[in-house]
């Protein structure tokens, strides 16, 4: 691969976002001329988008930024209903059509933060599949459409192949998921002149299925590019905790618990994820990345500020940052709340949240399966978050400034956690 030209893919590639690309040489020069009309897709499966979609909304951000190109923002309004088996070992719940508008009506203001609406050439517009896929034809689109696919090549997918594998039941409905995307693609080059498709790596083969059947049409030559799947220095899966999802909108998730997500990134990822998630000059990171020992703590709270900022705005990020220092910095919630240490190892290997809060740890629960109770009824917390999963587990990500895990039952009951 030589060097971009373009300084979009210059600064995709500085920052680490590019996992693959079917023609970098073909994006690089529709990106010089400024044609590079880009769509990323956004099913509607709940109201808020979660931290690991931040990845390709800052690949349009900075699509948008550079002048490369037009970003487009789908909405996925008809593909929705049908449900992307990719990732999933089971199907997902179904929507009505009246849930997935109040859900995309919902994700809206995310986009807003990162990417400019409006009319003109480079401006980003949010469009609906369900625009053209509520009108199809069923046997026209199997007629016109459908004979351009092989299904011994779309078993081969991992979004199916894994399912498969792993003996799990993967329905008719969604098996068709990735030829309404490729569907999508060629749509909108018709309608918008969009010549390429961004996503994640295990979109790759649904994007590149777009690709083909493009070709096939007669339409020009389309492009796609993919963002790695994110995991953490330990290996976790990049913006899972043990209370849930990481989401993107305030009454989901506060920006003080925004904050401190952030602000509790494991040393290792602290350049990484200030490359992939602030706006910060590269020159800066490096200074911010190279810190040592107690210093990248500092590191860590300007990525938690600055991450916080793009999403929740710069007022909210730094009131965030002050109670962070006031809670815990000024040592307010060490000195006032009973502590258990716990080895370091059992962090590490993740500890689960049923044996956390039981009699063998925290001793708040008299047995796991009142803490599952608990957990039906919301009565437990983790750093102050409600905890959802009984299996989630504990790690070293979810320890805070204090280098504490802070689990409560109720609102009058605390212990921290502290690995030794």
Sequence with gaps: MSAPKSEFLRVLTERGYIHQTSDFEGVDAAALEGRLTTYVGYDCTGPSLHVGHLLSIMMLHWLQKTGAGKPITLMGGG??????????????????????EQNKESLRGVFSRLIHF????????????????????????????????????????????????????????????????????????????????????????????GIDLGRRLGTAQLFAITCPLLTTASGAKMGKTASGAVWLNADMLSAYDYW??????EDADVGRFLKLFTTLPLTEIAKLASLQGAEINEAKKVLATEATALIHGRE????????????????????SLPTIEIPSSALKDGLGVLAAFGPNYAKLVPSTSEARRQIKSGGLKVNDQTVTDENGTLGLSDMTVEGVIKLSFGKKKHVLLRAV
């Design 79 to 100: 593909t929705t209903r049908v449900g992307d088996p990719s990732g999933k070992d089971e199907s997902r719940k179904l929507l009505t059509p009246e849930q997935i």
């Design 118 to 209: 409006g009319d003109s050439r480079h401006d980003a517009i949010m469009v609906d599949n369900a625009e053209w896929l509520t009108k199809l034809n069923y046997i026209d689109f199997l007629r016109d459409i459908g004979r351009h696919f092989s299904v011994n090549r779309m078993l081969s997918f991992d979004s199916v192949k894994l399912r498969l594998d792993r003996e799990h039941e993967l329905s008719f409905l969604e098996f068709n998921y990735m030829i309404l995307q490729a569907y999508d693609f060629v749509e909108l080059h018709k309608r918008y002149g969009c010549v390429l498709q961004m996503g994640g790596s295990d979109q790759w083969g649904n994007i590149v299925n």
């Design 260 to 265: 401190q997500f952030w602000r509790n990134t």
């Design 316 to 335: 909210a990020a730094e009131r965030a940052a002050e109670t962070a220092l006031k809670t815990f910095e000024q040592g307010a919630l060490a000195e």
